[in-house]
């Protein structure tokens, strides 16, 4: 089994159906939506709350768990879904 990492810019349905998607493929063990470890300082009185950057799509981390099998097919699916759904996507698999 290996462990990939995705990481998907876009809204909270997308990372929804994403992850839904991917966990009813064969060889997906596991698919889960991991925190972000990076703290987010926003402050809301600061002079930049509410700008059109703070309000974008959102970043999410999916990890999974795959067997070397179900890997292209894992990755065809969520390119798939990133460009119907006009959302960014990046794989990390250096875990």
Excluded: K
Excluded at 40 to 60: I, K, N, R, T, Y
Excluded at 65 to 73: E, F, I
Aim: negative net charge; hydrophobic residues 45%; without cysteine.
């Amino acid at each position: 089994m290996m462990r990939l990492r995705l990481q998907l810019t876009g809204t909270d349905d997308v990372a929804a159906e994403l992850i839904n998607r991917l966990g009813s493929l064969g060889g997906v063990e596991r698919v889960e939506e991991v925190g972000d470890l990076m703290p987010h300082m926003d402050d809301d009185d600061s002079s930049s709350a509410g700008l059109p950057d703070d309000e974008g799509p959102g970043v999410h981390q999916i990890e999974l768990v795959v067997s070397a099998g179900a890997l292209d097919a894992v990755r065809a699916l969520a390119v798939e879904l990133a460009r119907e759904r006009d959302a960014a996507l990046e794989f990390d698999e250096s875990l």
